[in-house]
């Protein structure tokens, strides 16, 4: 009874949760297509908790109303994938892919109600378990292109990158398996764990979806295929390898970033480069990856360290906070500026600065 009166109480608190969040993220203004995404998932989460609030009155809960209510509760993980997808694809997602997408929970519920067999529940929770993983399979792959795309092509990746699905990755396990159990073992301790992980996954994916700035890529999920200025770009790389002119490009390149000091520009992107030095991004991507064998990202950031960064924590009288130190070199954040520091010199920045005093 105990575990039942607190599976009460957080469906309670799961409700006024998703409930308040969603209308904060539909009201805001201005609001990102991420967010509206987000938020129209949450709005959904939120009816279906109210469902389940409802059906604690004894009048409304029937054996047949509570089986339908649980295909409609399958369709949580479709509103999920679309979050999903949108988050690791930006803009591919569209309402023709959101009814394909969902068009299978559709057909299930539907031969349910019309026929109430109760042996379709297997299929459906099997056909949930798979789709689930599929759709793991597809982000990651998306998720990996997309961190790839950043780290080529933008010198920062605060509120861009979508490195922290990691942390949700564990919680969204635990809270998908909980609800297939409680779907089919109604207890009161698993209600309560499921409401708890999902309040817990969807707390972390506000916390850092509320600054998110959606990425848009040439060609997302898509394929191999190349719009025609891609292949020109393409097919002018080749050529500029092929009359090996990779040695002298260095030189511009270096006389650039001496002269115009462009790392100091904290939103610095690998475009901003090439139109400084007069080439294509997709030339200096190329010769980032192929000769220099380090992303655009990682080497931004390692001008940054070495031109500034080094300096200023080595300059007497060594008042000068890490904070400002980060700042003036170009970094967004001052914990970008350490994890940078630390791969480039083995040393966090207090480090550095204790060995120059010794």
């Given at each position: 009874?105990e575990?039942?009166?607190?599976?009460?109480?957080?469906n309670?608190?799961a409700?006024?949760?998703f409930g308040?969040?969603?209308?904060?993220?539909?009201?805001h203004?201005p609001?990102?297509?991420i967010q509206r995404?987000?938020?129209l998932?949450l709005a959904?989460?939120?009816l279906l908790?109210l469902?389940d609030?409802l059906?604690?009155f004894?009048?409304?809960?029937?054996e047949?109303l509570v089986?339908s209510?649980?295909?409609?509760?399958g369709?949580a993980?479709?509103?999920c994938?679309?979050?999903?997808?949108?988050?690791?694809?930006?803009?591919?997602l569209n309402?023709?892919?959101?009814f394909?997408?969902l068009?299978?929970?559709l057909?299930?519920?539907?031969?349910?109600?019309?026929?109430?067999?109760?042996?379709i529940f297997?299929?459906?929770?099997?056909?949930?378990?798979?789709?689930?993983?599929?759709?793991v399979?597809?982000v990651t792959?998306?998720?990996?292109r997309?961190?790839?795309y950043?780290?080529n092509?933008y010198?920062?990746s605060?509120?861009i990158?979508?490195?922290w699905?990691?942390?949700?990755?564990?919680i969204?396990a635990?809270?998908?398996?909980?609800w297939?159990?409680?779907s089919?073992?109604?207890?009161?301790?698993?209600?309560?764990?499921?409401y708890?992980?999902s309040?817990l996954l969807w707390?972390?994916i506000?916390?850092?979806?509320?600054?998110?700035?959606?990425i848009?890529?040439?060609?997302n999920?898509?394929?191999?295929?190349?719009?025609?200025?891609?292949?020109?770009e393409?097919?002018?790389?080749?050529e500029?390898q092929e009359?090996?002119?990779y040695?002298?490009?260095?030189?511009?390149?270096?006389k650039?970033m001496?002269?115009?000091?462009?790392?100091?520009?904290?939103k610095l992107t690998?475009?901003?480069?090439?139109n400084?030095?007069?080439t294509?991004?997709?030339?200096l991507?190329?010769?980032?990856?192929?000769?220099l064998?380090?992303?655009?990202?990682?080497?931004i950031?390692n001008?940054?360290?070495?031109k500034?960064?080094?300096?200023?924590?080595?300059?007497y009288?060594y008042t000068?906070n890490?904070d400002?130190?980060?700042e003036?070199?170009?970094?967004?954040s001052t914990?970008?500026?350490?994890?940078?520091?630390?791969k480039?010199?083995?040393?966090t920045?207090?480090?550095?600065r204790?060995?120059?005093?010794?």
């Amino acid at each position: 009874m105990e575990g039942i009166n607190i599976s009460y109480f957080m469906n309670g608190a799961a409700f006024m949760f998703f409930g308040y969040v969603s209308f904060r993220l539909l009201t805001h203004r201005p609001r990102s297509r991420i967010q509206r995404i987000l938020g129209l998932t949450l709005a959904f989460w939120a009816l279906l908790e109210l469902k389940d609030i409802l059906l604690y009155f004894p009048s409304l809960k029937t054996e047949r109303l509570v089986n339908s209510l649980l295909f409609i509760d399958g369709w949580a993980v479709a509103a999920c994938s679309f979050y999903l997808l949108e988050l690791t694809a930006p803009g591919w997602l569209n309402w023709k892919k959101v009814f394909s997408l969902l068009s299978p929970y559709l057909a299930f519920t539907i031969a349910y109600l019309c026929t109430f067999y109760a042996p379709i529940f297997p299929f459906y929770f099997g056909f949930i378990l798979i789709y689930s993983a599929i759709i793991v399979l597809i982000v990651t792959f998306a998720a990996r292109r997309y961190q790839r795309y950043i780290r080529n092509n933008y010198s920062y990746s605060e509120h861009i990158d979508v490195a922290w699905l990691k942390k949700a990755t564990f919680i969204l396990a635990i809270c998908l398996v909980t609800w297939v159990y409680t779907s089919i073992n109604i207890t009161g301790w698993g209600d309560t764990i499921y409401y708890i992980s999902s309040v817990l996954l969807w707390s972390v994916i506000v916390h850092y979806s509320a600054y998110q700035i959606s990425i848009s890529m040439p060609n997302n999920l898509k394929g191999n295929l190349l719009s025609k200025k891609n292949i020109e770009e393409k097919e002018e790389v080749e050529e500029e390898q092929e009359n090996g002119s990779y040695y002298a490009f260095q030189e511009i390149l270096h006389k650039v970033m001496e002269e115009q000091q462009l790392y100091l520009n904290p939103k610095l992107t690998i475009s901003d480069v090439a139109n400084a030095i007069g080439t294509n991004r997709t030339y200096l991507s190329s010769y980032f990856n192929n000769k220099l064998n380090i992303t655009f990202y990682d080497y931004i950031n390692n001008l940054r360290i070495e031109k500034t960064g080094k300096q200023l924590l080595a300059t007497y009288p060594y008042t000068m906070n890490i904070d400002e130190i980060a700042e003036r070199s170009g970094f967004n954040s001052t914990s970008t500026f350490r994890r940078a520091f630390f791969k480039n010199t083995g040393m966090t920045p207090l480090q550095y600065r204790k060995s120059i005093q010794k």
